[in-house]
């Protein structure tokens, strides 16, 4: 890779982080007060959800793109606040759930 390229890699990273960063603050403005009762929920694995993702899927497309949207989620997830990495797996849910969403066709070199 040439310096040109690092320099280039190394802007996009850090444009993504900025973005994910107001993203953030954005979200906790809107949802700054976390409930008085926190009544924990059940723990599951990625892969569990995944599974169930899958089952719902409205057809063969959306599951086709469901591990790599998954794989987003997942990846981001560590960065953000537990209620967002919720509200990122009910949209989640819902694109693949949705019978008119169309993903078209999926990247060459896509592992799905």
Same mark, same amino acid.
């Given at each position: ?13 850090? #444009?993504?982080?900025?973005?994910? /960063?107001?993203?953030?603050? =954005? ?10 009762? /926190? ?11 995944? =599974?169930?993702? #899958? #089952? ?14 998954? #794989? ?5 997830? =560590? ?7 919720? /509200? ?25």
């Amino acid at each position: 890779m040439t310096p040109a390229n690092d320099h280039s890699v190394t802007s996009q990273a850090l #444009s993504e982080a900025l973005w994910m /960063r107001s993203e953030i603050d =954005r979200f906790q403005k809107d949802f700054e007060r976390a409930p008085a009762t /926190r009544t924990p929920m059940p723990i599951w694995s990625w892969e569990q959800l995944e =599974r169930q993702l #899958s #089952s719902l899927a409205s057809g063969p497309a959306t599951q086709a793109i469901l591990p790599e949207l998954m #794989s987003a989620v997942r990846k981001q997830s =560590r960065w953000l606040p537990p209620e967002m990495v919720l /509200r990122e797996v009910l949209c989640a849910a819902y694109a693949v759930m949705d019978g008119d969403f169309s993903p078209g066709p999926l990247p060459e070199g896509s592992t799905s």
